[in-house]
């Protein structure tokens, strides 16, 4: 699916929050730890339906400055048209690892790996230099009518149980354990099965494939990220004066200009206007609404 550049800087500084500076790492209030976890995924969307499940495992240190994710899933879609069922089958293995700001994706099938800066870790960098990373969190879940539900024992860890926009997440020291979601029809869950914190996790756990290294330029690349900012926030923020008094209708209309975009062009009424709602409450997020 096709995206607006707009959009995936707000998605960017969404995600961004979950993390700390590149001037200090401490991402987590926990030092080191490896968590395993499984999940699902099933449900129905623009006329198929989808099961699937997974396996994935962090490891990580220096509070997650050093991180490394290892996932593996299978997905199943099943789709009916005009009477004739098809049914395809995907499986996923992905590597990601952040090392200090610095992102590599692993990519198996071209064997090879992709680095960048990371978009969150510089963009925190920008907006919120001195902030805490548990207080940008649970600002940014506020500003989206997100709250705290409650807290709940899981696994022996007390964690905070965090809502917002169909998403449920057991948070224990910034520390996500369990996340359960029903979005556009779509219900994921992933549950830590195997904790172990504060450990020494070894270097080898944070190795990577043996492939070549590509590395590419990002919007936020070190090299024009500091000379650029003024004027690209400038212009961000104009953009997003304009989105925020757009109507629905004259956002819906503008969002299906593009005619190549076979899941923009088939999203329902319903979903369109839950898509518009996200970006808007993302925009007064930005704003300080």
């Not at 919120?128 to 705290?148: E, F, T």
């Not at 590509?214 to 690209?232: A, G, L, P, Q, R």
């Not at 076979?262 to 709602?277: A, C, F, G, I, V």
Request: some cysteine.
């Amino acid at each position: 699916m096709k995206k607006s550049s707009l959009l995936i800087f707000l998605c960017a500084t969404l995600v961004s929050c979950t993390g700390n500076s590149q001037k200090e790492l401490k991402r987590y209030q926990i030092k080191s730890g490896i968590v395993s976890y499984e999940s699902t995924i099933n449900g129905k969307v623009l006329g198929s339906t989808m099961s699937g499940s997974g396996t994935e495992t962090i490891y990580f240190k220096d509070w997650g400055a050093i991180e490394l994710k290892d996932e593996k899933s299978t997905q199943n879609t099943q789709t009916k048209i005009f009477g004739k069922k098809t049914e395809e089958k995907e499986e996923s293995h992905i590597i990601n690892k952040l090392d200090n700001g610095e992102w590599f994706t692993v990519d198996f099938d071209t064997k090879e790996i992709i680095a960048q800066r990371s978009i969150p870790m510089d963009m925190i960098t920008a907006f919120h230099p001195d902030a805490d990373a548990g207080d940008v969190g649970r600002g940014m879940i506020k500003n989206l009518n997100g709250k705290m539900i409650g807290e709940e024992d899981y696994m022996g860890y007390k964690c905070e149980i965090w809502e917002a926009m169909g998403v449920k997440q057991w948070v224990y020291k910034h520390f996500t354990l369990k996340i359960e979601s029903t979005v556009m029809g779509i219900t994921t869950s992933k549950k830590a099965t195997n904790i172990q914190f504060d450990i020494n996790v070894p270097d080898s756990n944070f190795e990577l494939p043996d492939f070549p290294i590509k590395k590419t330029e990002n919007f936020f690349s070190n090299e024009n990220f500091d000379e650029d900012m003024d004027m690209d926030m400038e212009s961000i923020d104009e953009d997003m004066d304009k989105l925020s008094k757009l109507s629905f209708t004259e956002w819906k209309k503008m969002a299906l200009a593009d005619k190549e975009d076979d899941e923009m062009q088939n999203m329902s009424e319903k979903e369109l206007r839950e898509m518009y709602d996200m970006i808007q409450k993302m925009v007064k997020m930005r704003q300080g609404k």
